[in-house]
């Protein structure tokens, strides 16, 4: 039996908010603790990989190739940063504009707010994740009146999680 029937949306959105913030943690601990031997454990392949896409032939013993994955390594912390910071964004749009992911995907789109007027908790959950990171003040409108933000799918208190004090 699928446990996700009906709720495919609500699937995507912990599957991806899960997978972007183990793949942060754990980038942004490599860079963190200086770990030279887990990053080149991450990224040699990927390195090697990207060196040979673009014509270049790279030894997997060039002295140089640490750098580079050290480079992928941060643009990696970057381009997640990035991820969060939209989903989260797209939560503010949408409570501000209805229509504007709509516009923006040429498809109708689900709101962010429910038939009662409150806004979804797996759309909540971005903006509780993008504050932890960011404290970007453009979410606290969001996540004032709903904490603590619980959502048992979610594995619990997110507020409790992030534990990000609000202005």
Do not use: H
Not at 76 to 87: E, G, M, T, Y
Request: net charge neutral.
């Amino acid at each position: 039996m699928n446990s996700w029937a009906g709720s495919e949306r609500f699937r995507w959105a912990t599957k991806t908010r899960e997978t972007q913030e183990a793949a942060l943690a754990s980038r942004k601990a490599l860079k963190a603790t200086g770990d030279l031997q887990g990053v080149l454990e991450e990224w040699t392949e990927e390195s090697l990989l990207l060196a040979e896409a673009r014509g270049f032939l790279v030894s997997p013993s060039d002295p140089l190739l640490p750098e580079l994955c050290r480079a992928l390594n941060d643009a990696a912390i970057l381009a997640a940063q990035d991820r969060l910071k939209r989903l989260a964004d797209r939560v503010r749009l949408d409570l501000a504009d209805p229509g504007f992911m709509a516009a923006k995907a040429g498809v109708a789109q689900e709101s962010s707010l429910l038939a009662n007027g409150k806004i979804g908790s797996d759309r909540l959950i971005w903006a509780e994740a993008w504050y932890d990171l960011s404290r970007d003040p453009a979410v606290v409108p969001l996540l004032a009146p709903n904490r603590p933000l619980s959502v048992r799918s979610f594995g619990g208190n997110w507020t409790l999680f992030f534990g990000a004090a609000l202005p």
